[in-house]
């Protein structure tokens, strides 16, 4: 695993959409967070550009990523928003020079195309917030995202909750948004879970495509060999006027009950304003017992 230098104070980040629109204005909380932790910042060709939803073409925004990619001053690539749209411009980059000169790819949500091809390609990325919610984090939201990108230890321990599945785990930390990582099953960005943590969370979906997204990252073995979960926010999630029967915890508990692994529901991570930043393609320590949830980035 290939993980990218750690900034220090005068390094450049670049802000892109690789999703749907943002403008520069609303860039500003974004950029005067990173001025108070002494970096300098660069807005990418797609802030301001408005193709409908999206940031841009998908040709403008390729052209966008991979020019921050390829400039050696740019050392962390920051995603404006998710939405959608990443999907269409991943086979357009190129990640040769990337990964000869890796930098921090940061975001969540949709950046979850990202997350997994670059875990494919064995380059470690930040699962943190983005510029677009940056108003709305809690300070310690923040500042778990300044210790990554400088390189700080990171370790989280939160009390444990009834349905918590207890035990002890250590591997490399993978995964991101479960609508995403379903749509990639089958494609060349698809991640491997084995003898890994998979970390998944979604965003203002029905239970039953919950349901049919965790029997088909089942049969696709994605927890044969997976050694814990970690279940970040599930919000908003939605019911049929005929009730599935199944709330969240009891589908995703439900399918992964026979591979005895711990597993650790609400941590503060996803689509929530408690988003705390993780490293994906990191090892960490995972443990949930009766009392708390300690996950530790070595």
Request: some cysteine.
């Amino acid at each position: 695993m290939i993980i990218p230098p750690f900034l220090k104070p005068g390094d450049t980040v670049a802000i892109v959409c690789t999703a749907r629109k943002f403008s520069a204005e609303d860039a500003k909380p974004a950029i005067e967070l990173l001025n108070s932790w002494g970096l300098q910042v660069k807005l990418g060709n797609t802030i301001g550009l408005d193709n409908y939803q999206l940031g841009g073409t998908d040709a403008e925004r390729a052209a966008d990523f991979q020019a921050m990619m390829d400039d050696e001053n740019i050392k962390a690539i920051w995603c404006a928003r998710g939405g959608y749209g990443t999907v269409r411009i991943i086979d357009a980059l190129d990640f040769t020079n990337f990964k000869k000169h890796p930098k921090w790819i940061i975001g969540f949500s949709d950046v979850t195309v990202l997350h997994s091809q670059l875990n494919v390609e064995r380059v470690a990325t930040l699962h943190a917030i983005m510029p677009f919610t940056v108003p709305k984090a809690p300070e310690e939201v923040k500042e778990s995202l300044r210790e990554a990108l400088f390189g700080e230890t990171i370790s989280y321990t939160i009390p444990s909750k009834p349905n918590d599945v207890k035990g002890k785990a250590s591997g490399e930390l993978v995964g991101g948004n479960i609508s995403i990582l379903y749509s990639l099953l089958g494609s060349k960005s698809a991640i491997n879970t084995k003898d890994k943590i998979l970390f998944i969370e979604d965003l203002d979906e029905y239970l039953y495509h919950i349901d049919r997204m965790m029997y088909n990252l089942k049969r696709n073995g994605y927890f044969e060999k997976v050694k814990g979960i970690v279940v970040g926010s599930m919000a908003d999630m939605h019911d049929n006027e005929i009730p599935f029967g199944q709330n969240d915890v009891q589908i995703i508990t439900a399918i992964a009950k026979e591979y005895a692994i711990p597993i650790a529901f609400d941590f503060p991570a996803g689509h929530q304003s408690d988003n705390r930043t993780l490293i994906f393609g990191k090892q960490v320590n995972f443990e949930v017992n009766e009392k708390e949830i300690k996950l530790k980035f070595e």
